[in-house]
């Protein structure tokens, strides 16, 4: 048994899946993206995090001959990292007459956060109502920024324009500081933060139970590497955590954007997540798209594959995209972040921060299901 097993089999009480992968085989790599690739959808905002107003099933909503997707934006700055301090959730739709912008999804002065972070939408099954779940970073008005994350969810309606009229935001549950790291987390960098956001929306077919996933960090260690995906179940009309379903204690500290895909009887889990969260003593994967499966939401959880990786960016581009978001169609949508780097960093190469940083969409691929195996298609 490895030093990190040891580890988390001492301190781990509760029913969370460890994540310990003892390899990844040769993934599927994600096509190389070229400069004709990165379509700039605005001049003056970067794109990044997305994700799609869907069905309670999780099929893509076609509206108006349309598909409806969230973005978090920002204004373009000299230095892409940045944008994280300013971001708003902006809502585009896509048709055979390509893309058109929405504005921002929620009114100025709306949300509670000092800015938006990602999310999820869902249209229940009455064809009007629409919930709209995001993450408010820090409190409105702060300074200096914090690194606070709440999940909120705000009631909407699917009209002719497209989703909006949205309710004041509620938060729906709160880190307990057991399960989940309870912090404000004053200061932070990307990928050392503890997460409490990222809420995905589903509904299980086996039971019909509401579910939301979302991105923690295990309150019982003191691991600084000590990611866990959360959930939390609609009960009586009130959102209430979870055990976490998987924890990567000692291996990982970010396992971004999980949600759930259900194909023929199976769950699967997926995130993703950056080579430079791994722990030092962990056999770090490369930026990419990671799963589990199980034949219940419950668990316990798989690996798919070798060590749970899907797929994974170029071996000499491993920068080139990111956030990848799997719809109920299988298809996978991320967004274009380093990209053409031909094995240069932007720490060696600082005038490379905004001329190849993507800020658009990213080329979009399908992936094939079948047993524990989820391949490129």
């Not at 990165?38 to 997305?50: A, G, I, K």
């Not at 959360?230 to 396992?255: F, Q």
């Amino acid at each position: 048994m490895s030093e990190v097993s040891q580890s988390h089999q001492s301190i781990a009480p509760f029913t969370a899946t460890h994540w310990q992968p003892s390899g990844y085989g040769s993934p599927p790599r994600i096509a190389p993206i070229g400069k004709g690739d990165v379509v700039r959808l605005f001049d003056h905002l970067d794109l990044w995090d997305c994700w799609p107003l869907a069905h309670e099933d999780g099929r893509t909503v076609l509206h108006q001959g349309r598909q409806w997707w969230f973005f978090l934006s920002s204004p373009v700055f000299p230095d892409p990292v940045d944008r994280h301090g300013h971001a708003r959730i902006r809502l585009l739709s896509c048709g055979d007459d390509g893309w058109q912008d929405h504005g921002n999804a929620f009114p100025d002065g709306m949300t509670p956060g000092s800015r938006e972070w990602a999310g999820c939408a869902v249209l229940m099954d009455d064809g009007k109502t629409v919930q709209h779940f995001f993450t408010a970073a820090g409190r409105r008005g702060e300074s200096p920024l914090t690194f606070e994350q709440r999940i909120y969810v705000s009631q909407g309606t699917l009209g002719a324009d497209g989703p909006g009229q949205w309710w004041s935001p509620l938060e729906i549950f709160a880190a307990d500081g057991v399960r989940y790291v309870l912090d404000r987390q004053d200061q932070g960098a990307p990928g050392l933060i503890k997460g409490f956001r990222d809420p995905a929306w589903m509904r299980d077919p086996a039971t019909g139970k509401a579910h939301i996933l979302f991105t923690g960090s295990a309150a019982w260690s003191d691991d600084p590497f000590n990611g866990n995906i959360g959930i939390a179940t609609l009960k009586d009309g009130k959102w209430v955590p979870g055990d976490p379903l998987i924890e990567a204690i000692g291996v990982n500290n970010e396992l971004e954007r999980p949600h759930v895909i259900v194909r023929n009887g199976r769950y699967y889990l997926f995130w993703s997540t950056q080579r430079h969260t791994f722990a030092p003593g962990a056999i770090a994967g490369p930026n990419g798209l990671y799963a589990m499966v199980s034949d219940s939401i419950d668990g316990p959880w798989r690996p798919v594959n070798t060590g749970g990786l899907v797929c994974a960016n170029p071996d000499d581009e491993p920068t080139q995209s990111y956030s990848w978001w799997v719809t109920g169609e299988g298809e996978v949508w991320s967004f274009v972040d380093y990209w053409g780097m031909h094995g240069r960093k932007v720490a060696d190469h600082p005038e490379l921060l905004r001329s190849n940083f993507g800020g658009t969409p990213a080329p979009r691929f399908t992936l094939r299901f079948k047993g524990d195996s989820v391949k490129l298609a």
